[in-house]
Each structure stands twice: as structure tokens, then as C-alpha cells.
């Protein structure tokens, strides 16, 4: 069976682990069923030989395969096209991508809310993991029950063709769990005052495709300038992108991607100029994408 998984950026500036979105860009992905397991990776991580030694992807489909009553042994290829440890939910498209198609392997019609919930035994924030499941803008929340129960809250909207992506991604990694480490034990109040209400009005913008909010409804103050600091280029990056059309530009989930917004005439220029201005870095122009996690015909 073909399997693919959309990339996603999450965070989207003041909604911290809370929202995300799905783009287009996505890692395929087959599973044959064989005597003996065999792993192949073309594109991204396929000159890694720890990524087919032990493969997180192969790992947590097996887990989920075998409780789910299978036995059988298979065949994995991977065509990867997110980049690793860029912000770009390459670790949440693996978890989701897994389980997923451990359901489908087993003949099992996967239904995605149990996907999302157990999702969360691999990866303890739902921003990610979210619309890579679902597609589109995601805003979500962890929810505990009397028992300890952890599962996912979400909501979701399609998002239109009259916008696209354009992200800028460096050749420079950051580890999210490193990134984290820099971040403050403790916010104020009025900083959790900023990032509630700006991430209310994002939300709402979204929904209402009020996209003349996003500019100032994107601005954050809990982790964005913080991990923006040990790559400073990345404002450079941003302020560009935002005086030559984008709509709105933040750091895709911890980095060191810089997701922008924009209006889907104004991509390709906007792709153009920032290729221009900063030709070291890969500059790609992206839909988004509605589906998630889906299986493929053929």
C-alpha cells in the first residue's frame, strides 16, 4: 500500500503548541508485506544509515501493528521530501505516517481521532501531530480525564486557494528539544495576555479569512524572538518577507524555517525576491494542504 503524510508548521507565532497548519509538501511512503524486513530511503535522511539501523518510523508502526493483532513482516520504502530538524514537522509526519498505516496494514479502517490520541505516546504536544492527521489550520488542546487519560481537543478549517505558502528554509538544523531548553520556566502576565489575545484574533482571522489581521494578530512573546536569537539572519528573513508581500511571517514551529502567508498571486514573486535576497537558503512555494495523512491509489 502508498501512504503519504503533509508536512506542517505549527506555533504560527502566538499560538504556542496550540496551533498548526498542513502544507502540501509531502513524505511518501510504501508498505509490502515480505518474509523479511527490508528499509530503503530516497531523499531526505538517505545517506543516514542510523535512519535504517533503527528507524523511528518502522519502530512505531510495528509497536502498533502488533497490538493491534498483526504478525506479518514488510517491506518499507520512503520518499522523504521534509527536511529534518527545520520546523517543519518531519518527527510528527513519521508518528502520524506510522500509525496510520499500521491501521491499513491490518486491515483496519484507521479513524483519525484515535490516530491523533495515540499520536500522543511518541510526541506530548498536539500543534504538530494535529493537522499533520487532519490537514488544514488546526487550533488544539490536551484534554485529561479523572483517570489520566490524555486526548486531543481540536478544530479545524479547510483553508482556501486564495492563499498560499511560501517558506524559507535554511541549511542550518534546530532541535526543537534544545530549543526549548532556552525558554523561559515562567511567563508574566502580561505576556500571557499578549499571546491569548493575539492568538484569539489569528484564530478567528483564519476562520474568517480576514487576512489583513494577520500581520499584527501573528506577533508573539513567548518563544519566537528567543529561539530567533541563536540564528539571527531569521529576522532578517522575516522583516524581508513581510515588506514585500507576505502577509504574515513567523518561525515555523521551533525553527529554523520561516513560514509566510501570502496571497496566491503574489507567491511566485514573493518566492522570487526572497530566493534573491537569500540565496544560500531554499525558498519553496507551497499550497496548503486539506487531507492529511492519507492513502494513495496505486
Known sequence: MNFSVPATSANLGPGFDCLGLSLNFRNHFSIVESYQ???????????????????????????????????????????????ISRGLGSSSAIIVGAIFSAYKMIDLIPNKQEVLNLALHYEKHPDNIT?????????????VNSHGKRSIVS???????????????????????KSRTILPKTYGAQDCIFNISHSSVLTLAFSMQKWDLLRDSSMDRM?????????????QVQKFALNNGALMSTLSGSGSSIFNLCYSDDAANLAKKLSARFP???????????????????
Open 131 to 143: 493537522p499533520a492527521t487532519f490537514g488544514g489550520f488546526n487550533a488544539s488542546f490536551l484534554k
Open 223 to 235: 518563544h519566537e524572538a528567543i529561539r530567533m536569537q541563536t540564528f539571527p539572519v531569521l529576522f
Open 37 to 83: 524486513q527490508t528499509i530503503r530511503i530516497d531523499g531526505e535522511g538517505k545517506n543516514n544509515l542510523n535512519f535504517t539501523k533503527d528507524n523511528t518510523f518502522v519502530r512505531i508502526f510495528m509497536q502498533t501493528y502488533k497490538k493491534l493483532g498483526g504478525n506479518s513482516q514488510f517491506n518499507f520504502h520512503f520518499h522523504n521530501n521534509i527536511p
Open 280 to 298: 544560500k537558503f531554499r525558498v519553496i512555494s507551497l499550497d496548503f494542504d486539506n487531507d492529511g495523512v492519507r492513502l494513495e491509489s496505486g
Open 155 to 177: 478544530v479545524r478549517y479547510s483553508m482556501p486557494k486564495s492563499v498560499k505558502s511560501v517558506v524559507v528554509i535554511p541549511s542550518q538544523p534546530m532541535s526543537t528539544k
